[in-house]
């Protein structure tokens, strides 16, 4: 696998739904190296930090193996940035990796830690109403990531997958999870073993005490 794009994001204004917001995902690729520190780019916008950024999804990723899908579906030949990437890698299908593996690009090691979950504004971003709902049926949710390791990347970096030896649950059952309305008792303690991203963590911990509670 290779770095083919390293794509940071600018404030701009974006019409969501009714209403008119400000948006880091527009994201423009770049060819210079790129610091990246334990919450990501310094330079890249992160507007909604509720549900985007901080040091359990500092980084997102993207394939080209999803990108060849999408842009066979939609007909259109997509550029690397607009599903909101940081990181672009050829070779790449989110899908098939699982929670915890690691991601050795130039001198940073990222970790995988959640899928990413479709919202209104990568709707807004593609153009298209429906988009959330064509994104969770595609099943292509591509990589977050929390940065381990410190350094720099830049386009042409040789990218190494180190497989995690535990292999908890794969990216795509936090996926497809994520939608289940009546999650089982494994199910959840199955996340909760897992080096998941802190807000899917929250999430899971409250169904675990709910669970509990009315056992």
């Not at 990796?97 to 130039?106: C, E, P, T, V």
């Not at 535990?166 to 199910?187: G, H, K, R």
Request: a neutral charge.
């Amino acid at each position: 696998m290779e770095l083919i794009s390293v794509n940071i994001g600018t404030l701009q204004p974006l019409e969501v739904g009714n209403h008119s917001t400000k948006t880091g995902i527009f994201k423009t690729p770049v060819n210079n190296p790129v610091r990246v520190g334990k919450l990501g780019f310094e330079a890249d916008v992160i507007q909604n930090k509720k549900h985007h950024g901080g040091p359990d999804q500092a980084i997102y990723v993207y394939g080209t193996a999803d990108y060849a899908w999408w842009s066979k579906q939609l007909q259109s030949n997509l550029e690397p940035g607009i599903f909101g990437e940081n990181l672009t890698i050829s070779d790449l299908e989110g899908a098939s990796f699982n929670i915890g593996d690691r991601l050795k690009i130039g001198t940073v090691l990222l970790e995988v830690s959640a899928s990413r979950i479709p919202c209104s504004t990568l709707a807004a971003r593609m153009g298209d109403a429906g988009f959330v709902k064509k994104f969770k049926q595609a099943r292509r949710p591509g990589l977050y990531c929390r940065v381990l390791e410190e350094g720099e990347v830049q386009v042409g970096d040789a990218v190494t997958l180190e497989p995690s030896a535990a292999q908890y649950l794969s990216v795509i059952e936090t996926f497809d999870w994520f939608y289940d309305p009546n999650p089982s008792l494994e199910m959840i303690q199955r996340v909760l073993a897992a080096p998941v991203a802190i807000r899917a963590r929250k999430m899971y911990q409250h169904l675990l005490e709910k669970a509990q509670a009315s056992s």
